[in-house]
């Protein structure tokens, strides 16, 4: 990117990022600063009423030991972690293969496919986590009517270690159009000519797909990786919309349920700020890391 | 109440003067009453409640009180009105006055949500009987009035008891033989269904038991969520699970309401509140079923305790406090509010709603019970005279749920689960400031 | 469509099988929610699940009488957040995106890192905290605690500034500075001109992120006549344990609001520049 000489103290550009900017300090940075600053405060008995009273006092790093050493909080990331490990591969693996077909001049029925591979992207995750909540429940499931009908009995998927893969579903079911959809612009981007001259050369479609289409889009890649991984960081909705179906999700089956639990229903907000620092922490240094170990392929930065 | 500190940050940061320039066109909503001078014209109250029959308590309420105008805001079911009102109440924005659930009224007063009204409630106190008013009062401070209790009673599938000919039981080992006598003469259906998320149910059987989850003498609290009594009802409910002879699963899921309408669900050991539940799934049997009296844990007993039911309090945001406080008696204690009260399912708190379900016919579920609000009226006699909630009502129930299912899924005691929320409560208490006696 | 050769036609069958049974793992549940629309509560759970039912007029009638019509005020907040959020927090961004990536300032390297980190923090983390900053000014509840959040958009922010650098020549607008025109009217005449596609898509990712949103209403919001789709929905599940007839409610309700949406994106797909998104990533 260059600059201008001529635009150098101007006014404009101030004015033009002042509202992001405003807007940025004001949801942002000072809900950020706030967080950091209630989760040193904690709410402690004081004598007056007829049980007592709780008011806010600081309470130093008490919140931070607290969300550390709990070991549900921890286990809430054990169990992002597997869930993560189904959801991100799936959804990834799926957007790829999708938009390689997509691409692949040989397909047919392409339009009808892209609309309606992208179509779960349309749905909000509440609505979603209904609607295959339906289609997981014994007596309304249509999969578990069918097994039955086969004599092979219904199919568990809300006991157990079935949870896993039933709440990926519906995380891979929701994100793989789109995901899909950023590949695929991505592969028409790649001039014919490469592949055209591999053809020639007598490269079969997949030599093709693997040594010349799947290196030019690793930033595309990246970037939805990315996007799925702090996608599984953030899971709240799904898990809790299935929550009354199951004994299987507790109130703090992931960090977010536990923080929206501590901070709503049993009134901790400086304890749930502690618990979003930390959360938040995480997720940054995750994607550094993931971004550094792509080597920085994505996002550019400032040359 | 504003969290004391924090206005300077947000001053210095300018933040202050965008938002309240944004927020000039907003509806101020309840904040905007607080800032009204003297009042001359009709007050304007804000009310929070999710329950059926309010809509048209209120439009009642408000046809007779042309100078109190009440809006009513349904701000989801029990847990969540109360978790909202905790923090806008914090927010300084919170209703004049909310419906809360009896459990939940320690929580809001040691929050500081609530506003004692008892300078206001002298000419109501008689209109209860003295185990309700001991419900919203609290060493003599009142923070709420009474609107409907749910003295508890076991509700069974009368047509499909007959069917398999076996009688509702009168003790808990009768349960038992009972719940073992419908799996072999069913092998699909289940007497009844133990469901971990029900907090308040295991909560008013414990107590029937004999079992005191807090108590306070001289500011220092005991827990006895892992008392003897309640240990007891885990150990009985945990041979039930053992051998199959209860359905261990969560209840008024989609799955379980089909069950129900399948005839496989045959009771529901609840309270007076729960035909007007069930009729929302089973409509089709409407008058298939009935109520007995719950089961004792002795022989010609009749102990029971209350299971929900909810108060309406007055907040400590409300600048109105003494025409909330006549709305929530109003609501409770008039005729036309209890009227419109039965006719919805709801079994009133007060005295005279009580006996003017007498002469009401009973809810549509049970439409073939002749017996019905006798049954109603002897258990709303027998319940225990006090119960004691604690502060932290929501961290036990949210402990207790979690741990009871696990305990479920991964067939591990029930016992234990308690055991653990018992800790859980302790530690939490302690952590807080409160004393509590014990480890 | 890009012409390709095609050199031979074998490789047909599985390709488009495998791309028709993406399509068919897609659509089962949107047409399990249009089908469970028809029944009535009770069929919903004693007939085979993809068997039509015959309550669809009832349900819609059941649907739209709720709460003296609550689901339309529900769709009207949901296109108020969605839609006028989405329109202003799109020329937020892209006025920020196009200094960013068209001017030299003071503070913009920082201002860049932070958008980025921005990026990559979770929104919902910062749900509670906004709420706390809402309750100390005294907005939540009201339409501004969902809309003015939702107006920053790190993300939009990092697109509009790709788009900028990939669809604005430099040169442009040299040649429009050479002429006296002011940098408002470059903006204005050129800049966002030349952007509009680019503006369209983050519109497009704004709309359906809103649309979707969950949590941040449902935190903010107490008044059931501000809830958007998703927040009145779910309440209606949540009290659907209480009163199972909203089951039926919800799932009508879920099958309806489906529809204006996916209307919408088969519209705006010809439109977006997703392409750009990815492509802006390999500088």
């Given at each position: 990117m260059s600059t201008q000489a001529g635009a150098r103290g101007s006014r404009a550009p101030y004015l033009f990022v002042a509202p992001a900017v405003l807007l940025f300090v004001a949801f942002l940075a000072v809900p950020i600063g706030y967080a950091v600053y209630l989760s040193a405060r904690g709410l402690r008995l004081t004598g007056k009423g007829i049980f007592g009273t709780r008011e806010e006092v600081f309470v130093g790093l008490d919140n931070y030991a607290r969300t550390l050493t709990d070991p549900e909080f921890l286990a809430g990331f054990g169990r992002l972690a597997l869930y993560g490990l189904i959801s991100v591969p799936l959804t990834l693996g799926a957007a790829l293969l999708f938009a390689l077909l997509l691409d692949?001049?040989?397909?047919?029925?392409r339009r009808f496919s892209r609309t309606a591979i992208f179509l779960p992207y349309a749905i909000p995750g509440v609505t979603a986590s209904l609607l295959w909540g339906f289609m997981y429940l014994p007596s309304t499931s249509p999969f578990s009517y069918l097994t039955r009908e086969l004599g092979l009995g219904g199919i568990p998927f809300l006991d157990g270690g079935g949870i896993y893969p039933s709440l990926a579903n519906i995380a891979v079911w929701g994100g793989v159009g789109f995901n899909m959809i950023i590949i695929y612009t991505s592969l028409r981007g790649i001039p014919a000519e490469l592949s055209d001259a591999a053809r020639i050369d007598g490269a079969s479609e997949w030599r093709i797909a693997w040594h010349v289409k799947i290196p030019l889009v690793a930033p595309a890649l990246v970037l939805t990786g990315l996007f799925a991984l702090i996608g599984t960081l953030q899971v709240y909705g799904e898990p809790t919309t299935l929550k009354p179906m199951t004994t299987e999700i507790s109130q703090s089956w992931v960090p977010l349920m536990q923080i929206y639990r501590d901070a709503f229903l049993r009134d901790d907000l400086p304890l749930a700020s502690a618990a979003s620092v930390v959360l938040a922490v995480g997720t940054l240094v995750v994607s550094v890391v993931l971004l550094r170990i792509t080597q920085r392929r994505a996002f550019g930065g400032m040359q | 109440m504003r969290i004391k500190g924090v206005s300077g940050p947000i001053a210095a940061l300018g933040l202050a003067v965008l938002l309240a320039a944004c927020s000039s066109g907003t509806n101020g909503g309840a904040g905007s009453t607080a800032t009204q001078a003297a009042e001359t014209g009709p007050v304007t109250l804000q009310h929070w409640c999710w329950s059926a029959g309010q809509k048209l308590k209120v439009e009642a309420f408000n046809k007779a009180h042309p100078n109190i105008q009440v809006r009513l805001t349904d701000a989801g079911g029990g847990t969540d009105t109360a978790a909202k009102l905790l923090t806008a109440g914090r927010a300084g924005n919170a209703p004049d006055t909310a419906c809360l659930e009896y459990q939940t009224l320690p929580a809001m007063i040691v929050a500081g949500?609530?506003?004692?009204?008892s300078a206001h409630t002298a000419d109501v106190k008689d209109a209860f009987s003295p185990e309700v008013w001991t419900l919203t009062s609290f060493d003599g401070a009142v923070y709420g009035i009474p609107q409907d209790v749910g003295p508890m009673v076991m509700v069974y599938n009368r047509k499909r008891f007959d069917e398999l000919k076996i009688e509702p039981p009168a003790t808990w080992e009768d349960f038992a033989k009972v719940a073992a006598d419908v799996r072999e003469k069913d092998p699909e259906a289940y007497l009844a269904t133990f469901a971990p998320a029900e907090f308040g149910n295991f909560a008013g059987l414990a107590q029937q038991a004999g079992a005191s989850w807090w108590k306070i003498q001289d500011m220092t609290w005991t827990v006895g969520i892992a008392d003897v009594p309640s240990l007891e009802v885990a150990g009985f409910w945990q041979g039930l699970i053992d051998k199959d002879l209860v359905k261990a699963e969560p209840l008024l899921t989609p799955e379980w309401n089909n069950q129900l309408n399948k005839g496989k669900i045959l009771s529901w050991p609840s309270a007076l509140w729960a035909p007007g539940v069930l009729y929302g799934i089973a409509e089709k049997q409407a008058g298939d079923w009935a109520i007995a009296p719950l089961p004792q844990w002795t022989k010609g007993d009749s102990r029971v305790a209350f299971q929900g039911g909810s108060a309406i309090a007055v907040t400590k945001n409300s600048q109105h406090a003494q025409a909330a406080a006549t709305f929530a008696k109003w609501m409770n204690t008039d005729k036309a509010a209890y009227d419109i009260q039965i006719a919805e399912g709801e079994y009133p708190a007060s005295l005279a709603g009580q006996q003017a379900t007498s002469s009401s016919p009973p809810p549509k579920l049970v439409a073939n019970q002749k017996d019905y609000w006798e049954i109603a009226a002897k258990a709303a006699q027998s319940t225990i005279p006090h119960i004691s909630w604690g502060p932290n009502v929501s961290t036990a129930q949210s402990a207790f749920q979690d741990a009871a299912a696990a305990a479920v899924r991964d067939k591990t005691p029930l016992a234990e689960a308690l055991k653990k929320t018992q800790q859980t409560v302790v530690d939490d208490m302690k952590a807080t400031g409160f004393k509590v006696a014990g480890p | 469509m890009r012409a390709h050769a095609l050199p031979h036609h074998r490789a047909r069958i599985l390709p488009t099988l495998v791309l028709l049974a993406g399509a068919f793992y897609c659509l089962v549940p949107v047409a399990w929610v249009v089908v469970a629309a028809t029944k009535s509560s009770t069929e919903l759970f004693?007939?085979?699940?993809f068997a039509p039912g015959t309550a669809l007029l009832d349900n819609l009638r059941d649907l739209f009488a709720y709460g003296d019509g609550q689901f339309l005020l529900w769709a009207a907040n949901s296109a108020l957040y969605a839609g006028a959020g989405s329109a202003a927090s799109t020329l937020i961004s892209t006025l920020a995106g196009y200094a960013m990536a068209k001017y030299d300032f003071r503070g913009r390297t920082v201002l860049f890192y932070a958008i980025l980190a921005g990026v990559l923090l979770p929104g919902m983390t910062l749900a509670i905290p906004q709420y706390l900053i809402m309750s100390e000014t005294g907005l939540v509840g009201g339409y501004w605690s969902v809309l003015l959040p939702g107006l920053i958009s790190p993300f939009g922010i990092y697109l509009a500034r790709v788009y900028a650098t990939a669809s604005v020549p430099d040169a442009t607008l040299e040649a429009a500075r050479i002429d006296g025109a002011s940098e408002y009217r470059i903006l204005g005449a050129i800049g966002l001109r030349m952007m509009l596609p680019g503006m369209v898509t983050i519109f497009m990712l704004q709309f359906v992120g809103t649309w979707n949103n969950f949590l941040l209403p449902y935190i903010m919001l107490s008044d059931e006549s501000k809830f958007p789709i998703t927040v009145g929905l779910y309440t209606l599940l949540s009290k659907g344990s209480s009163e199972p007839a909203l089951y039926g409610i919800a799932i009508v309700g879920a099958a309806v609001s489906v529809i204006p949406l996916i209307a919408l994106l088969l519209f705006l797909q010809r439109f977006w520049r997703l392409d750009l998104l990815s492509g802006g990533l390999k500088g």
């Open positions: 692949h001049a040989g397909s047919r029925a | 949500a609530l506003a004692d009204i | 004693s007939t085979f699940t």
